[in-house]
C-alpha cells in the first residue's frame, strides 16, 4: 500500500525540541519533493518546509525559520523534521506531503499525505 | 513570499447548489495552483492541480479555472459528501503557500 506515516508528535514543554519522522512505503521517496504541512486545532493548512529530491532545495516558512530543520534519508525511504526553541503557537497536527508528479515532470500539488502527528507545546 | 487568499470564509449551501469558491495570489503564480478537500480529523486530499487538471478519481462536478492571480473551483451540483473546507495552493516558487480555508456548510 502507498502511505505516509508520521511519528514523534508529543507533548513539549514550551523552549524544547522535537524530531519527527516519516516514513514511506509502497513507492520511493528518492523520486519526489517531500514537505511538512501543520494544522494549528480549528485552524487551516500550513505549508512550514519542502525538500527538493537530492536535498538540492530547501524552503521553510518564514514561521519557523531558523528553529526547523528538514532531512531526508532516501536509504530508509523517511521524511524528517526537526523544530526547537518550541512554542504554544507551534501546537498542531504535523503531517508530511508528497509533491506529486505530473507528465514532464512538474509538481502536481501534494497526492499523498500522512495521517498526521500531534505536537503540544504546553507546560 | 506569495500570499493566497480565499473568499468567502464560509459558504452556505443546498445539495444541488453550484458553487464557486475564490483564490487570489499576491502575485502571478501562472498556472501553478492547486485545489484540496478536508474533511474533520482527515488529512486534505488534492483534488485539481495546474489550476484545471482533475486529479484522477475526483468527480467531473469539480473543476477548476484561473491564471496569473485570480482562480476558481466550482462544484458544479454541491453532494452530500462535498460539504467539507476546500484550501487552495500555489506551487509556482518553493514556498508553498496555503488560503486559509472556505468551509463549505449545509444551508
Known amino acids: 500500500e502507498v502511505q505516509l506515516v508520521e511519528s514523534g508528535g508529543a507533548l513539549v514543554q514550551p523552549g524544547g525540541s522535537l524530531r519527527l519522522s516519516c516514513a514511506a512505503s509502497?513507492?520511493?521517496?528518492?523520486?519526489?519533493?517531500m514537505n511538512w504541512v501543520r494544522q494549528a486545532p480549528g485552524k487551516g493548512l500550513e505549508w512550514i518546509s519542502y525538500i527538493s529530491r537530492k536535498s538540492s532545495t530547501i524552503s521553510h516558512a518564514d514561521s519557523v525559520k531558523g528553529r526547523i530543520t528538514i532531512s531526508r534519508d532516501d536509504a530508509k525511504n523517511s521524511l524528517f523534521l526537526q523544530l526547537s526553541s518550541l512554542r504554544a503557537e507551534d501546537t498542531a497536527v504535523y503531517y508530511c506531503?508528497?509533491?506529486?508528479?505530473?507528465?514532464?515532470?512538474?509538481?502536481?500539488?501534494?497526492?499523498?499525505w500522512g495521517q498526521g502527528t500531534m505536537v503540544t507545546v504546553s507546560s | 513570499d506569495t500570499q493566497m487568499t480565499q473568499s468567502p470564509s464560509t459558504l452556505s449551501a443546498s445539495v444541488g447548489d453550484r458553487i464557486t469558491v475564490s483564490c487570489r495570489a499576491s502575485q502571478s503564480i501562472s498556472k501553478w495552483l492547486a485545489w484540496y478537500q478536508q474533511k474533520p480529523g482527515k488529512a486534505p486530499n488534492l483534488l485539481i492541480y495546474?489550476?484545471?487538471i482533475l486529479e484522477s478519481g475526483v468527480p467531473s462536478r469539480f473543476s477548476g479555472s484561473g491564471s496569473g492571480t485570480e482562480f476558481t473551483l466550482t462544484i458544479s451540483s454541491l453532494q452530500p459528501d462535498d460539504f467539507a473546507t476546500y484550501y487552495c495552493?500555489?506551487?509556482?516558487?518553493?514556498?508553498?503557500?496555503f488560503g486559509q480555508g472556505t468551509k463549505v456548510e449545509i444551508k
Open positions: 506531503a508528497r509533491g506529486g508528479l505530473a507528465v514532464g515532470g512538474r509538481v502536481r500539488g501534494f497526492d499523498l
Open positions: 495546474q489550476a484545471s
Open positions: 495552493q500555489q506551487y509556482n516558487n518553493y514556498s508553498r503557500a
Open positions: 509502497g513507492f520511493t521517496v528518492s523520486t519526489y519533493s
